[in-house]
Nanobody, 117 residues
């Protein structure tokens, strides 16, 4: 019913930028909360940014001012613009769709982001 496909990951130098995209299938995208999570080796998965159905955004303190989450409901796509990247941002980034009405979560396969000189 719901499938999420992330893209845009790769290798970037410190201070560089990257834009992640997550394309969602299904009929409830516009009614869902979308989020980006990341997980580094040996670390727990953490919430990076979230955007509600009404456009309200929130960010982890570690990325505030550097990352921007946005959504295009017409394209069923959520984006994560990442600027001023740091080596600490290196992780697998996952797209999450939270369907509010039944509290169901869906996850993408993840995309690797590596920040290194």
């Amino acid at each position: 019913q719901v499938q999420l496909v992330e893209s845009g990951g790769g290798l970037v130098q410190p201070g560089g930028s990257l834009r992640l995209s997550c394309a969602a299938s299904g009929s409830y995208f516009s009614m869902s909360t979308m989020g980006w999570y990341r997980q580094a080796p040996g670390k727990q998965r953490e919430l990076v940014a979230r955007i509600g159905s009404g456009g309200t955004t929130s960010y982890a303190d570690s990325v505030k001012g550097r990352f921007t989450i946005s959504r295009d409901n017409a394209k069923n796509t959520v984006y994560l613009q990442m600027n001023s990247l740091k080596p600490e941002d290196t992780a697998v980034y996952y797209c999450n769709l939270h369907r509010v009405f039944n509290a169901r979560d869906y996850w993408g396969q993840g995309t690797q982001v590596t920040v290194s000189s």
